[in-house]
């Protein structure tokens, strides 16, 4: 601040406008490969001070931590390339990068799609975690067995018998299962081709099973694709089995919607009436007289020996798709057969 010696005058200090900028950038701590994601935050005081802080993606102060300008990578699983000017980085032919890393995530989609071995791994054990939690519940909505187990009566079956075991060219008999040891088979080959056993993480899925020629990460999408099919299948299975069983039967709806409501005249003579196609059971009532009935898929004529039911009873019954019932009095006093329609 500037002053003036006898001339009366008091100097102004410097004012600013407080303000606080934040930049993203990469750090880099001090022997790590990994660069942190943060901010340089620049604050501006009103006196114009300045504060420099180093942020990480939470706000924790990092101290002196330098920002990441360049960041060069040399695998050490063949990659290659990059130096200090942050060019390309090359990774060399049949390179173990497709198993990817431990900390990659499940891939995202089932079996397409361009992700590691070990992605698809994970991705699987959610769809087989998925399918295990289905069969946990579908195996708690099956009733118990008889001691937790299927009796078997094996007295008329004839009983195995162990097997002798015998190595390399031993004598050889009904019961006996020859044992090729290690020692005793063909060297072991060398892995000189399992880059390409193994596939690449853009290879599609394998378009057969158990057949042809493909990679394991071919299998594995194949693998996936039958597990989101086979998970999808259980779903809509369990939406058609009720939650749980009750004293180990499952539980049925006897209810049901009221339909149209029928007044059939039951009088001298047989009268056939068409219920609702959609009708599967009915409810009757028989007013002012004892009624004779028939049910059936097509016209039907009452008779004097057709189903009876006595004045003032009601009766609940099953009756086919596209039913028809015919009425007639049971006596010389005509009546109504109240029909109550139950879909």
Not at 85 to 92: C, E, F
Not at 241 to 259: H, K, M, N, S
């Amino acid at each position: 601040m500037a002053t003036c010696n006898g001339c009366g005058i008091t100097p102004v200090p410097p004012i600013c406008t407080p303000v606080t900028t934040d930049t993203p950038v990469f750090f880099r701590p001090a022997g790590a490969h990994v660069p942190v994601p943060g901010f340089i935050r620049v604050t501006v005081a009103a006196d114009c001070t300045q504060t420099v802080q180093h942020l990480d993606a939470s706000l924790v102060a990092y101290g002196s931590l330098q920002p990441l300008v360049d960041v060069p990578y040399v695998s050490a699983l063949g990659a290659s390339g990059g130096g200090g000017g942050g060019g390309a980085v090359t990774i060399a032919n049949g390179a173990a990068v497709p198993l990817g890393a431990t900390t990659d995530t499940a891939a995202p989609a089932d079996g397409t799609g361009n992700y590691t071995l070990l992605a698809a791994a994970k991705r699987a054990l959610l769809n087989m975690a998925a399918v295990l939690s289905n069969w946990t519940t579908l195996l708690a909505r099956v009733p118990a067995l008889v001691s937790g187990r299927v009796p078997v009566d094996g007295s008329g079956v004839t009983q195995p018998t162990a097997p002798n075991v015998t190595r390399g060219s031993g004598a050889v008999d009904a019961n006996t299962q020859r044992v090729t040891l290690a020692s005793d088979g063909p060297g072991v080959v060398a892995l000189s081709n399992i880059d390409t056993d193994l596939g690449a993480p853009a290879d599609a899925a394998a378009n057969a099973d158990g057949s042809g020629t493909y990679g394991l990460i071919p299998g594995v999408k194949r693998l996936i694709i039958h597990a989101s099919n086979s998970l999808a299948n259980w779903t809509t299975l369990l939406a058609r089995i009720p939650a749980q069983a009750i004293a180990g039967l499952l539980p049925v709806d006897t209810l049901a919607v009221v339909g149209l409501a029928r007044q059939l005249a039951a009088g001298a003579a047989s009268a056939n009436t068409a219920l609702t196609a959609s009708c599967r059971r009915i409810s009757i009532f028989a007013r002012n007289a004892d009624i004779r009935y028939s049910i059936g898929a097509s016209a039907q004529t009452a008779s004097s020996t057709s189903h009876y039911i006595a004045t003032g009873e009601r009766l609940d019954m099953d009756v086919p798709a596209n039913a028809n019932i015919a009425v007639i009095r049971a006596g010389t006093t005509d009546g109504t057969l109240e029909v109550t329609e139950l879909l």
